[in-house]
């Protein structure tokens, strides 16, 4: 049977920016940004029920412009008229959008920089990988260790590009996965962090988000804390 949808009261995001053509969000782990199977309720729904509708001529129901996986936290772009999202849609392809993340990696990278390609796997449930093949889009990671908590590494990342899994798979191509992470990770690893941290899904958050509006020209940039059911993740490992 399909998973019931919540009621029209429910609200899970956090509105963290509103204009007349966008909106910025901050998404709980666990929630899909929008494309819902099986009659779900996603943050896209959510927005729709409660997110309101733009003075502009050219306004549509708020419209996810890029999307986090399932179990990644953090900020979330909509647009909210038909000149934003076209504009926007061209930012994210062009990797105009500046994107930092925070994760927590099993052992310790040493920094630097990640530059592979990926593309998507036959089948089976590691749906991306590294490849040299000519199919294979162009990815690329930038990350600085911020903090070593025992064999754990808590690390700052910007992608300079947006392919599917690109955090995950990247840092598990150079043997460091993302902690948490159900299909790229370490298993043994992520039960132990399970049963003794509490860590319920793969340690990823969207933490900020800066870019051009593209109607306005201003200058934007946003933050979203650490949420807490990651906060205590830390704290227990600190301990």
Known sequence: MP????????????LVHEDAHLLVVSKPGGLLTNMAEKGELTLQDQLRAHGGTSPEDDAVSPTAVHRLDRFTS???????????????????????????????????????TIYAALERTEGGKRMMQVSTSNHAQAALTEYVVEETIGEFALVGARIHTGRTHQLRVHF?????????????GNRKVNAELRHQHGL???????RELAFTH????????????????????????RA
């Not at 593209?214 to 490992?237: E, Y």
Request: charged letters at 25%; glycine letters at 10%; a positive charge.
């Open 172 to 184: 598990e191509s150079i043997g460091h996965p993302v902690a948490g992470d159900n299909i790229y």
């Open 214 to 237: 593209p109607l306005t020209g201003d200058a934007l940039s946003f933050q979203a804390k650490l949420p807490k059911d990651l906060s205590r993740v830390l704290k227990s490992l």
């Open 74 to 112: 953090g900020l979330v772009i909509f647009g909210r008229t038909r000149r934003a999202l076209q504009a926007m849609g061209e930012m994210v392809r062009e990797n105009r959008i500046e994107k930092r993340y925070w994760l927590l990696t099993v052992g310790v990278p040493p920094g630097g």
């Open 200 to 206: 319920q899904r793969q340690f990823i958050h969207a």
């Open 3 to 14: 998973p019931p949808r919540k009621p029209s009261g429910y609200r899970s995001f956090a």
